[in-house]
Nanobody
Framework: QVPLVESGGGSVQAGGSLRLSCAAS????????MAWFRQTPGKEREAVAS???????DYSDSVKGRLTISSDNAKNTLYLQMNNLKDEDTGIYYC???????????????????WGQGTQVTVSS
């Protein structure tokens, strides 16, 4: 399992924005399927966005249109831009990586992962 470090969480009001970051090794960043998961209170951990080594992205229906996954090649960093945040977005967000194809949220959701500490996002209304 590859070690990833999440950061950027915080407390915001509903309607606000946050950008989460995930730092990875150059090998991971260039070759693996990477994804953001979240664990929200009372629900199972959910894959919300994926990013392939070729730059293809995929989103769960629950976040499509509000969350955007992107990357910075120079920094080997994956981002999750979160806009128009809602109370139900509150939770811990995790970044994971796997050698898998196709790189889709549905694929990543089926696999076991080694979880880091994640980063806490709290949305208040």
């Amino acid at each position: 399992q590859v070690p990833l470090v999440e950061s950027g969480g915080g407390s915001v009001q509903a309607g606000g924005s946050l950008r989460l970051s995930c730092a990875a090794s150059a090998n991971t960043y260039r070759n693996y399927c990477m994804a953001w998961f979240r664990q929200t209170p009372g629900k199972e951990r959910e894959a919300v966005a994926s990013f392939s080594s070729g730059g293809s992205v995929d989103y769960s229906d629950s976040v499509k249109g509000r969350l955007t996954i992107s990357s910075d090649n120079a920094k080997n960093t994956l981002y999750l831009q979160m806009n128009n945040l809602k109370d139900e977005d509150t939770g811990i967000y995790y970044c994971v990586a796997k050698l898998v194809s196709p790189c889709k949220v549905a694929t990543m959701a089926l696999l076991s992962h080694s979880w880091g500490q994640g980063t806490q996002v709290t949305v208040s209304s």
